[in-house]
């Protein structure tokens, strides 16, 4: 089991920039693979960054590649999505998610098995 908190959201002007953080619970958070996913008001969730266990290998939705940049701390069981020239259709809630992973990076909600409860990013214009 693992439990995730994010932090970092908050309200910034466009072109501005936030770094969300994803703190994880236990001792194995090596052994996860990680994402960052986004829900913004009457849309579905939607995949936004994720990254392999160990780090090496990343993935970004177009609408961010660019902009936004996923890490992964295994020492200090944390997660990170850097975002820089914010625009106000990245305005959502956003959540990290883990898996216990083999090679690679996940992409697709269902593959996830843990949720965080998410964080608001409001980016205004």
């Known amino acids: 089991q693992v439990q995730l908190v994010e932090s970092g959201g908050g309200m910034v002007q466009a072109g501005g920039s936030l770094r969300l953080s994803c703190a994880a619970s236990?001792?194995?958070?090596?052994?996860?693979?990680m994402g960052w996913f986004r829900q913004a008001p009457g849309k579905e969730r939607e995949f936004v960054a994720a990254?392999?266990?160990?780090?090496?290998?990343?993935s970004y939705a177009v609408p961010v590649k660019g902009r936004f940049t996923i890490s992964k701390d295994n020492a200090k069981n944390t997660a990170y999505l850097q975002m820089n020239s914010l625009k106000p259709e990245d305005t959502a809630v956003y959540y990290c998610?883990?898996?216990?992973?083999?090679?690679?990076?996940?992409?697709?909600?269902?593959?996830?098995?843990?949720w965080g409860q998410g964080t608001q990013v409001t980016v205004s214009s």
């Open positions: 998610a883990a898996v216990v992973g083999s090679i690679g990076y996940y992409i697709q909600k269902s593959s996830y098995s843990y």
């Open positions: 236990g001792r194995t958070f090596s052994s996860y693979a």
């Open positions: 990254i392999s266990r160990s780090g090496g290998s990343t």
